[in-house]
Each structure stands twice: as C-alpha cells, then as structure tokens.
C-alpha cells in the first residue's frame, strides 16, 4: 500500500508518500480500500511531535478518519460483504490506500454521500454529537459555539439547531454568512467578542462549546455560562485554571451512524476541501494554519 508518512517530527514538509507492506486482517476485522482520508488538528499535532503516543516509531504514518470500500473480511466477521461502502475511525493509519480496522467500528456509507463527505464527517460528528450530548444541550438553550466554521463547530451548530437550541458562532468575518446559513447567529471572535456575543444573545448564554481555545473558555467564563456547561475539546489547561470541563465521550460508531443518517436526508452538511494524497503534506498545511471552512480530506483514490 502507499501512505503518507514522517521520519521525523516537524513542519509538513515532513510528509512523504511511502510504500509500506500491505496489511492484512485479523480475527474480527476488516480490510479497508480507501477512497477518501480526512485531515485534522490531532494529525498535526502528532507529525509535530506536540503528542506522542509511547515510544516514536518511523515512518509514522497518520489519519484518523477514512472512508472507503471493504476489500477482505477477517475470520469470524459477519454481517459485512467485500464491496459494501463504509467509513469509520483509526488510528493514525487512514491516510493510505489501505486501513485494517475492527468490523465493529465499520459504519455503513448511504449512497446519499460521496466518499469525501463520508470521511470529513468521521471525527466531526463523533466529537460534535459527543460534545453536545455530555453538556445536555437541548431546546430552549442558547449555546455558544467558539471556532463555528471548522468542522466539530459546523456539525455542533447544526445538531444543535436540530434539537431546538439558539446557537450563537464565532468565526472570521469572511465565515459569518456560512454560519448564518447553517442557522448560526455570527460573531467575530478575538477583542471584543465578549460584548459582541452580549449584544446578540440579548439574554443569558446558558452554555459554551470551545472548539478553538485561544481564551475560548476565559471568554465563557466572563459571559456568566455556568461553568459546568463550559465545555472544551482543546483546551484542557483553561479548563483546569477555570474549573470547566473537558467533554471527550470519545469514539462511538452508533452516534456516528447517527449523523450520518441525518447527513443522508439532508440534514448535516459539511464543505469538503480536497487534495490528492500526494497533496499530503499541502492539505497538512492548510488545516495547520486554521480558520478554514469544514473539513480537509486527502482524496486517495478517485
């Protein structure tokens, strides 16, 4: 199989195209031919060497989230055929032609989404769904979304509505109309911010989800949001300092499935940007520099 590796820690010029031996399946899972890898902060915090799991091993490949056609099933998985269109999480191993993962993890891909939709959805809606269910968001709430525009925010804002909350959005100006289309009441974030959100909420902020850090919680603290229902994904050191919490429920195919289906009527949606997978190290770099749109994807075999 070919994927996209690192020989060392460093910027995204240290992501090469590499072929590696082909993986096989073992007991209870499945073999994966990847049609579309999504990129995202996690990867660049791994190739930079910001998070290491146990001891470095080289080439490292990365990727989280694929999706992409079953090729061979391993002993004893049922319920899955070679052919059948799935998506699903990894771990840093689904940017590459090909993902070996338990068949238990395997969601279905309706027909309804292409495969770069149905992989920028995989972290996405597990983080986003996770987040709002841990921070009990529900009608009649108004919840305030740091970093609207990236991907965790885009999915959040539009569960979010779906459960009958008002859903205030930070992101940069360029990003506010996209957010309004997603049914988001749009503020600039960085100076200001905190009266900004003020002036739009006309009330109360009853709960915060900061996908962005960078004061993110500070910012909700000030708002009066209780702190129990200040809830980050990156930042767990403001949360400490500030006595909030860290919401990471973590993966679970059945929320996924879940979005997913919502995603399939029309109901989710997610702009795509896409780059080939020798693109690797470009797509890196785009998603290193932040305040994007949705969702990055390596598009592996077209």
């Known amino acids: 199989m070919r994927a996209a590796v690192f020989d060392r820690y460093g910027p995204p010029e240290v992501l090469r195209i590499a072929d590696l031996p082909d993986p096989e399946p073992g007991p209870g899972q499945v073999?994966?031919?990847?049609?579309?890898?999504?990129?995202?902060?996690?990867?660049?915090?791994?190739?930079?060497?910001?998070?290491?799991?146990?001891?470095?091993?080289?080439?490292?490949?990365?990727?989280?989230?694929?999706?992409?056609?079953?090729?061979?099933?391993?002993?004893?998985?049922?319920?899955?055929?070679?052919?059948?269109?799935?998506?699903?999480?990894?771990?840093?191993?689904?940017?590459?032609?090909?993902?070996?993962?338990?068949?238990?993890?395997?969601?279905?891909?309706?027909?309804?989404?292409?495969?770069?939709?149905?992989?920028?959805?995989?972290a996405a809606a597990q983080t986003a769904s996770g987040s709002l269910l841990d921070l009990g968001v529900t009608a009649g709430d108004v919840l305030l979304v740091h970093a609207a525009a990236g991907s965790v925010g885009t999915v959040a804002?539009?569960?979010?509505?779906?459960?009958?909350?008002?859903?205030?959005?930070?992101?940069?100006?360029?990003?506010?109309?996209?957010?309004?289309?997603?049914?988001?009441?749009?503020?600039?974030?960085?100076?200001?911010?905190?009266?900004?959100?003020?002036?739009?909420?006309?009330?109360?902020?009853?709960?915060?989800?900061?996908?962005?850090?960078?004061?993110?919680?500070?910012?909700?603290?000030?708002?009066?949001?209780?702190?129990?229902?200040?809830?980050?994904?990156?930042?767990?050191?403001?949360?400490?300092?500030f006595g909030t919490r860290v919401v990471r429920l973590g993966r679970s195919p059945a929320r996924l499935a879940e979005v997913v289906a919502l995603a399939a009527r029309g109901m989710v949606t997610m702009p795509v940007r896409s780059y080939p997978l020798a693109e690797a190290a470009e797509a890196h770099a785009v998603v290193e520099a932040g305040h994007g749109r949705g969702k990055v994807v390596l598009i592996v075999e077209p």
């Open 31 to 122: 073999l994966v031919r990847v049609r579309a890898a999504g990129v995202q902060p996690f990867d660049v915090a791994v190739r930079q060497g910001w998070i290491k799991r146990g001891p470095a091993h080289f080439p490292h490949q990365v990727g989280q989230e694929y999706s992409g056609v079953v090729e061979l099933l391993g002993e004893g998985v049922t319920g899955l055929a070679v052919g059948d269109p799935v998506l699903g999480s990894t771990m840093m191993a689904g940017q590459a032609t090909h993902v070996v993962v338990p068949a238990s993890d395997v969601v279905a891909k309706p027909p309804e989404l292409d495969f770069p939709t149905a992989a920028a959805l995989v």
């Open 157 to 241: 804002v539009q569960l979010a509505r779906l459960a009958g909350a008002t859903v205030i959005g930070t992101a940069s100006p360029a990003n506010h109309d996209y957010l309004r289309r997603l049914g988001a009441l749009p503020v600039a974030y960085g100076d200001g911010v905190v009266e900004a959100v003020r002036a739009v909420a006309g009330g109360p902020v009853t709960v915060a989800l900061d996908a962005a850090g960078r004061g993110a919680v500070a910012a909700s603290v000030e708002l009066g949001v209780p702190r129990d229902r200040i809830g980050t994904i990156v930042d767990d050191k403001a949360a400490a300092e």
